[in-house]
């Protein structure tokens, strides 16, 4: 079997907001670098009858890796830590804040002088190996969900 399903990294406008100002460090690297992206994964099973309507299924392999296409939503914008704040030098940006506000519009600019394009990232596959993710399960085929 082979599958795709999305992960999006925060839930909600809320939870955008918790991450870029309270977040983790490993939460806002998410965020900024993904904030979304597709799990790729290709899995073989095996199915043993058992009683009446139960059936065992073993993993006998799963594979997964992570996919994106990096490029920008021109009406989005992230709050980022400003590696400037409090820095003495001249050629510090905006020393006093905190934070800075990146508009993903400015990036159109650096695009139209073909400065930058957007582009696809695969990870390397890995295996889902974790018992309890990819161990075995029974089904009862009789129950409704």
Same mark, same amino acid.
Do not use: K
């Given at each position: 079997m082979d599958y795709e399903s999305?992960?999006?990294i925060g839930n909600g406008i809320m939870d955008l907001v918790r991450i870029q100002t309270q977040g983790t460090a490993e939460e806002r690297d998410l965020l900024t670098a993904l904030r979304g992206f597709q799990m790729h994964s290709q899995v073989t099973v095996s199915c043993q009858s058992m009683a009446a309507?139960?059936?065992r299924i073993l993993f006998a #392999?799963? @594979?997964? @890796?992570?996919?994106? &296409?990096?490029?920008?939503?021109? #009406?989005?914008?992230?709050?980022?830590?400003?590696p400037d704040f409090q820095s003495s030098s001249p050629d510090a940006v905006c020393p006093q804040d905190r934070t800075l506000t990146v508009y993903h519009s400015?990036? &159109? &600019?650096?695009?139209?002088?073909q400065l930058a394009a957007p582009f696809n990232v695969a990870s390397d596959f890995w295996a889902v190996t974790?018992? @309890?993710?990819a161990g075995p399960a029974?089904?009862?085929?009789? &129950?409704?969900?």
């Open positions: 999305l992960v999006e309507s139960r059936r #392999s799963w @594979q997964s @890796q992570a996919i994106d &296409r990096y490029d920008w939503d021109y #009406s989005e914008h992230l709050t980022v830590p400003n400015n990036a &159109r &600019r650096i695009e139209l002088a974790d018992p @309890q993710v029974e089904v009862d085929l009789s &129950r409704s969900l």
